[in-house]
């Protein structure tokens, strides 16, 4: 079946640093491949999203490639800030139905200033 | 514009009561879904409704039931809760059933403990 995989952390960073959060996934088919945060205390809302190959996602200085060759969806900011604290979650989708999104288990940003 | 609203926030039972979660979305959606959220696992989903007067098992529905009340509308009820079901609940909508670029519009939330 379809999964991602992604680093868990928690990740600490200082303000200004270059943030890299690894997603690989697993999927039949060409999905799309999303980046979801969720800030505390709210629900998780879209940052980035890509639907096929060498797209590129971009959004609030954060960016991901979609790499077929590595099954990699990797998200990059070039300097974070404490505003950026949250919880991110790389997630796909398929034309399966019934398989709608799979998430993987979140990884956990902090930033210090 | 709300976007997708849920009730309860909070909520706390005792097992083997029974509690039904709702949520409402005003953006004329298709699809709406339940995702428990637990430590280390990300989402997971319950159930989905691709339309009005349709529901469907997702990957966890043992112990859940739903209803697609109307477009705008799609409540989870707990039989008899277990303490297994403490969890944060969050639904969520899209325009279009499994279409592959479709994105999902998350409520804030419910978080539910089960003693």
């Not at chain 2, 944060?88 to 978080?111: H, I, L």
Request: hydrophobic share 30%.
């Amino acid at each position: 079946g379809n999964s991602v995989t992604q680093m868990e952390g928690p990740v600490t960073l200082s303000e200004e640093a270059f943030l890299t959060i690894n997603c690989t996934y697993t999927a039949t088919g060409y999905p799309s491949l999303f980046w979801y945060v969720q800030y505390p205390g709210e629900g998780l809302q879209l940052l980035l999203k890509a639907t096929k190959a060498d797209d590129k996602g971009s959004n609030k200085g954060f960016e991901a490639t979609y790499r077929k060759e590595t099954t990699s969806f990797h998200l990059e900011k070039g300097s974070v800030q404490v505003s950026d604290s949250a919880v991110y979650f790389c997630a796909l989708s398929t034309l399966n139905y019934g398989q709608n999104f799979v998430f993987g288990p979140g990884t956990r940003l902090s930033v210090l200033p | 514009n709300a976007g997708v609203t849920q009730t309860p926030k909070f909520q706390v039972l005792k097992t083997g009561q029974s509690m039904t979660l709702q949520c409402a979305q005003d953006m004329n959606h298709n699809s709406m879904y339940w995702y428990r959220q637990d430590p280390g696992m990300g989402l997971r989903l319950i159930y989905y409704s691709a339309s009005e007067g349709t529901t469907d098992k997702g990957e966890v529905p043992n112990g859940y039931n739903v209803s697609r009340l109307n477009k705008r509308e799609f409540s989870l009820r707990l039989e008899s809760a277990a303490p297994s079901q403490t969890s944060v609940y969050f639904c969520a909508s899209s325009e279009m059933p499994s279409g592959s670029t479709d994105t999902q519009y998350f409520g804030p939330g419910t978080r539910l403990t089960v003693l």
